[in-house]
């Protein structure tokens, strides 16, 4: 579900506006990105986008509000991306192992592919209820089309809930590839096991979970 942001920003008048606050958005989103964290200024800002600062005051109050548009926009992208990658659907009698391969690989990729972006604004989430709000429901999107993707292999899962058997596999899942990713509260936590190695184990424990010899 895409998050709304329009209400951070006063909207422009004019094309050219447009496009010069898009250069403030993406300079913001660098430099936290170099930085891992929301250290950053307007004056900063305005020096790698070209952009002057009374500009971007223009259309937003705060550094935080350029912020929480960065983030919005980013859980747009993520939301649409999650569609298309967990949007697969299984196909009849398509064996267990291969749908929760596929779907394992869909979301880690999706997840690594905006690690970098993604890591300051789950640290900048403890602090900004309007990011964590946002974040809460990107993840809950991403939740539900993972859930989704596995529950379509329909009765080749065989624990009793299956529902109930989904979303544990999702929180384990999504626990171990954002400690892997250095998704969280501390960036060092990776455990930096070879990737194709992490999704192998992750791919052959959920399977075995979900249709237990």
């Avoid at 930085?35 to 002057?52: D, Q």
């Avoid at 993604?118 to 993972?146: N, T, Y």
């Avoid at 929180?171 to 990776?190: F, K, M, N, Q, T």
């Avoid at 194709?196 to 992750?202: F, G, Q, T, V, W």
Wanted: aromatic share 4%.
């Amino acid at each position: 579900m895409p998050t709304p942001s329009g209400e951070l920003v006063r909207q422009p008048k004019q094309e050219r506006s447009r496009q010069s606050f898009d250069r403030a958005v993406e300079a913001a989103m660098s430099l936290m990105v170099e930085r891992r964290s929301g250290a950053i200024t307007i004056a900063e800002v305005a020096a790698r986008s070209g952009v002057s600062t009374g500009s971007i005051y223009a259309r937003v109050a705060s550094k935080e509000d350029l912020i929480r548009v960065a983030h919005a926009r980013l859980m747009n992208r993520l939301a649409l991306e999650t569609d298309r990658a967990l949007g697969i659907q299984a196909a009849p009698d398509e064996d267990l192992q291969v749908v929760v391969g596929r779907s394992v690989s869909a979301l880690a990729e999706l997840l690594r592919r905006h690690s970098e972006e993604l890591a300051p604004f789950m640290r900048l989430a403890h602090s900004d209820p309007v990011i964590a709000s946002g974040g809460k429901i990107a993840h809950e999107g991403m939740v539900s089309a993972f859930s989704k993707a596995l529950l379509a292999a329909g009765p080749a899962i065989t624990r009793p809930d299956p529902d109930a058997a989904v979303a544990w596999s999702c929180a384990v899942v999504y626990s171990v590839l954002a400690r892997e990713l250095g998704l969280g509260s501390d960036p060092e936590a990776a455990a930096d096991l070879p990737w194709d190695e992490l999704l192998a184990a992750l791919t052959e424990m959920v399977a075995a979970y979900l249709h237990p010899a």
